[in-house]
């Protein structure tokens, strides 16, 4: 079993930024990724992005790409997300997740999940 907890959601303006933090704790040895999901009213989750530990691979989706930024420490396991330049369309419930899937994948099916911090831009 692996704990999630996230943390540094909130309302912020178009423009400005968020730092989002996930800290693991309990078998997180099995874990092969770890990384962001987020999911807006009547959408679906979506990959934000994540890394693949056995590489340092971090990968973003197209739609952060150069915008945020995901930095982790596997000695104390957690990944933040650095979140710059928000615009409203990156208002959701922002999930960090971990997975033992051993092939990276960035569909939202991670073995386990944070219970989802909220990240509201207003335009």
């Known amino acids: 079993q692996v704990q999630l907890v996230e943390s540094g959601g909130g309302l912020v303006q178009a423009g400005n930024s968020l730092r989002l933090s996930c800290a693991a704790s309990?078998?997180?040895?099995?874990?092969?990724?770890m990384g962001w999901f987020r999911q807006a009213p009547g959408k679906e989750r979506e990959f934000v992005a994540a890394i693949e530990w056995s590489t340092s691979t971090i990968y973003y989706a197209d739609s952060v790409k150069g915008r945020f930024t995901l930095s982790a420490d596997s000695a104390q396991i957690t990944v933040d997300l650095q979140m710059n330049s928000l615009k409203p369309e990156d208002t959701a419930v922002y999930y960090c997740?971990?997975?033992?899937?051993?092939?990276?994948?960035?569909?939202?099916?991670?073995?386990?999940w944070g219970r989802g911090t909220q990240v509201t831009v207003s335009s």
């Open positions: 309990g078998r997180t040895f099995s874990t092969t990724a």
């Open positions: 997740a971990a997975d033992r899937s051993s092939v990276f994948t960035t569909s939202p099916s991670y073995s386990f």
